[in-house]
């Protein structure tokens, strides 16, 4: 059976940081690419990262580039995302999500196979 556990959000002040992290388990992690996908309060999906199989390739929406950094351990089948500067707009419940494919393709959350629980990010002063 496929999971995957999120943890690491919180509640932090703007310009703050925050380092989410993704338990994988039931599949052969190294050979999948993984993203971060989060959703705001009242609004839809939005991809914001992802990261191909062998975790050399990242990639990064518009809205987080500078700002985040994926990575990936395939001894330890975790996928992480260390957030710095955080502002208000980055306040979403953030998922992580494997792709049935070694290459990930940025920009989208079509596709996606399997998603965590995800894990509730607010920043805020």
């Known amino acids: 059976e496929v999971q995957l556990v999120e943890s690491g959000g919180g509640l932090v002040q703007p310009g703050g940081s925050l380092r989410l992290s993704c338990a994988a388990s039931?599949?052969?992690?190294?050979?999948?690419?993984m993203s971060w996908v989060r959703q705001a309060p009242g609004k839809g999906l939005e991809w914001v990262s992802g990261?191909?199989?062998?975790?050399?390739?990242?990639r990064y929406s518009e809205s987080v580039k500078g700002r985040f950094t994926i990575s990936r351990d395939n001894a330890k089948n975790t996928l992480t995302l260390q957030m710095n500067n955080l502002k208000s707009e980055d306040t979403a419940v953030y998922y992580c999500?494997?792709?049935?494919?070694?290459?990930?393709?940025?920009?989208?959350?079509?596709?996606?196979?399997?998603w965590g629980q995800g894990t509730q990010v607010t920043v805020s002063s």
């Open positions: 999500a494997k792709f049935p494919k070694r290459t990930v393709v940025a920009g989208t959350i079509d596709g996606y196979d399997y």
């Open positions: 039931g599949f052969t992690f190294s050979s999948y690419a």
């Open positions: 990261i191909n199989s062998g975790g050399i390739t990242t």
